[in-house]
């Protein structure tokens, strides 16, 4: 089991910077490959960026790539997304979310962090 609370959710103008922040608890951290994932009212949950177990790997949806930066630090059981240049179209919960190394399912989800972004 993996426990994720999402932080640093807020309301920021456009062209601003947030980071989140994703604390894990339980079972090793650095088993988990991490992703962070985002639903906007009235639609699907999409995907934002992921981080293998080492953090030697990274991928970006093409919405954010250039923009959002995906990192983690094990000794800390956290990963972060640092967001620049923030749109109205950022506007969603956040969510963090754990798989496996081999796996392709994210098993465990944080509560997810509501990030608004006001033109």
């Known amino acids: 089991q993996v426990q994720l609370v999402e932080s640093g959710g807020e309301l920021v103008q456009a062209g601003g910077s947030l980071r989140l922040s994703c604390a894990a608890s339980?079972?090793?951290?650095?088993?988990?490959?991490m992703g962070w994932f985002r639903q906007a009212p009235g639609k699907e949950r999409e995907f934002v960026a992921a981080?293998?177990?080492?953090?030697?790997?990274?991928n970006y949806a093409d919405s954010v790539k250039g923009r959002f930066t995906i990192s983690r630090d094990n000794a800390k059981n956290s990963v972060y997304l640092q967001m620049n240049r923030l749109k109205p179209e950022d506007t969603a919960v956040y969510y963090c979310?754990?798989?496996?190394?081999?796996?392709?399912?994210?098993?465990?989800w944080g509560q997810g962090t509501q990030v608004t972004v006001s033109s």
């Open positions: 981080i293998s177990w080492s953090g030697g790997s990274k």
């Open positions: 979310a754990a798989r496996s190394g081999g796996s392709s399912v994210y098993r465990y």
């Open positions: 339980g079972r090793a951290f650095s088993n988990y490959d």
